[in-house]
């Protein structure tokens, strides 16, 4: 990077030394002031008339921009005017999104990041991280050899084959890297000059972006089998090579491949995947904080997971693992979470199940003299009706698919039923937080994974909780930055997941809501990282020998989006 921090040693201040100077300091994202450049810095710079006259502050920007993303007709304009805002001024960016975060996040994430990447070669404006496609295989040690990724220290790497709820989206799922490591800044105040997006472009199937003359990846069908591990395995090579204390992290791959990946490189590298673990984590701290209204103990519920894939099956392990913590007898843990696919219930027997799903199968005998709607199937309603579960959770992305005959069934044996449709976008989500409380005579506790607007809950206007990532990984990656962790363990997600739900305010108000406020997502994201990086020092996992300093070394990690005056550096003769 072309700049260094340093203190000014008459008064104490921090300051850049910057050696770019005219229209390319201005057209550099992590180093542009625009207005907020002083006189004296335009002169030193050579802005002078590069600039309008008029000076502004950090805070004007913030104003101005806020009046322009306002008056966008949609959201998927909002979606393009703050990208093209984090492509000029990051720091205004930053600030612009902290500030404004809930109307904000989602725009910059989910669900309007979906629409973004569905439109993503319509909408292209700037080059932002790294599409590394399949014929650039060869290449990939010179492509990372470039010096301004020497800062780099988190990565979120999508294939784009399963884009949220959405599909295959090709080099449109560049969206999502983008997107989360916006977040990681956000949210845990991870610097941008750390973070790099990464798209693997090994293709699409889908035939819309194919034949669309403006698609921006590569022209080709999707490749499989040995061509897809191989090339996977020399980016994996390509990283640990050039960035040997990163961490890495998998988004939206297709679940055939998400779960083998992680087996594959967890061991090698500092490395996790979002929908498998961040998902899993956030679902599990969010259900921690619905037993405090519900007293009844994790290892006494009976839970219906409706999707098993990556997430699904995330979510079941987290939970099987919180279980075993506590007391619980495995054998036992496992047989009180049952998983439905798209075939209907895991059952033993089923020829159709992945490596990952094995653990979940229910017995046949256990299932044997069930009713059943369908002959070779248990169904949704089926499982509902038979098991009485108190928790339900949906990561199908199939729109309504918990319907009122559901929901009233499940009700009808439980006196607080905790139903979370966590599929996204808003419109792949199992159900309403409004149909669901009204289907229970206000008796369910609900969590969506989209944002939906508030819900009357016995009369008061009361915010829907949105079980979302961003409470978990962004804390979890300042956590591995800050302390230089060599690995990703479960027990790290299981202790993040008992954070959030020691931050919930349902543990001191029955009428509060499971998750604090997205305001408070920053001081949720430093306890995750504490409980993080401790857990990583004491497991031997941290080049670190003792957690005694860690709350300090965690803040020190924490960057604030500020500007900090430059000057030129001192050229010896």
Known sequence: MRYKKLIDPQTQQPYLEVDLCDTQLLRNPLLNKGMAFTRKERETFNLLALLPPAESSLHEQCLRSYETFRNKTNDLQRYVYLRDLQDSNETLFYALLSSHIEEMLPIVYTPTVGEGCQQFSHIYRHPRGLYLAYPYADQLDAILASPRFDLVKAIVVSDGERILGLGDQGAGGMGIPIGKLSLYTACAGLHPAETLPILLDTGTNNSVLLSDPL??????????????????????????????????????FAKQNANRILDRYKNELCTFNDDVQGTAAVAAGTLLSALHLTRVPLGDQRIVIFGAGSAGCGIASLLVSIMVESGVEKKKAYES????????????????????????????QKVAHWKRSHLNSLGLLDVVTHVKPTVLLGVSGQGQAFTEEIVKTMAAGVERPIIFPLSNPTDKSEATPHDLLAWTNDKAIVSAGSPFANVLRKGQSMRVDQTNNCYIFPGMGLGIVACAATRVTEKMFMLAAQVLAAHSPARLDPEANLLPSLPQVREVSRHVAIAVAKEAITQGLSPLSNTDNIEALIDQHIWTPEYWPYKKPLRSN
Do not use: M
């Open 337 to 364: 979470i049952y998983l439905i696919d798209s075939k209907g219930l895991l059952v033993e027997g089923a020829t159709h199940i992945l490596p990952f799903q094995a653990p979940f199968l229910q017995a046949k």
């Open 215 to 252: 698609y921006i990846g590569w022209r080709h069908e999707r490749i499989r089998g040995e061509e897809y591990d191989t090339f996977i395995d020399r980016f994996v090579t390509a990283i640990k090579k050039r960035f040997p204390q990163v961490l890495l992290q998998w988004e939206d």
